[in-house]
């Protein structure tokens, strides 16, 4: 149906999270109207990153640099590490500019039906990183999944034994999020998370 390079285009397109055989077909065409030059940029720019981009040795951020600009910036409180399961959860709390400790990456979520425990995680890392340093704070910032839930509690098990005090976000309504819109779950934890004002 296709000539053998837009196939393999769209073949590859597929690939990415969240993108069907639509979707692949729809930004194919797309690449293909644009400029050659726009074409060649993207494919440089995708060489540079998978060359250049690493991750950091502290906190297993993806960065160009070791240590990354997180780990070495010097107002960072070095008492208190949130834990993320990827580096997108990561840049979605550095956007609040709410948080000023560390982070620590796992890289994934506990999950046995993908073949994934502890160990193919960093929670090793994560737990020499608590035993050495002058850690007060482990804020466990996972998504509310069966998964996430299955390593929060594992890490909350292992951390709580090196002394720091273990909390996680709070989860709950959105703001402008109707109560009646609202499922139980999310319901619930926005009792269980409330606070006096």
């Known amino acids: 149906m296709y000539t053998r390079p837009l196939a393999r285009l ?7 999270p969240g993108i069907g055989p639509k ?5 194919a065409f797309h690449l293909l109207r644009r400029p050659k030059s726009e074409a060649l940029q993207l494919a440089q720019a ?8 690493g991750v950091c040795s502290r906190c297993f951020n993806l960065s160009a640099e070791d240590p990354c600009d997180i780990c070495r910036q010097p107002g960072r409180q070095g008492e208190t590490i949130c834990v993320v399961a990827e580096p997108r959860d990561l840049v979605a709390i550095e956007r609040t500019r709410e948080f000023k400790g560390h982070y620590h990456v796992l890289g994934g979520l506990i999950n046995p039906m993908e073949g994934i425990g502890p160990e193919q995680l960093r929670i090793k890392e994560l737990l020499q990183r608590v035993g050495a340093d002058t850690v007060k704070e482990v804020i466990l910032a996972i998504n509310p999944s069966t998964e996430g839930e299955m390593t929060t509690m594992y890490l909350s098990k292992y951390v709580k034994v090196l002394g720091p005090r273990v909390t996680r976000i709070a989860f709950g309504l959105p703001v402008g999020g109707d109560l009646e819109y609202a499922d139980e779950m999310t319901l619930a934890r926005a009792l269980e998370g409330r606070r006096e004002i």
């Open 10 to 16: 769209i073949e590859h397109l597929q690939r990415l």
């Open 23 to 27: 979707t692949a077909q729809r930004l």
């Open 46 to 53: 995708l060489v540079e990153a998978t060359e250049q981009i």
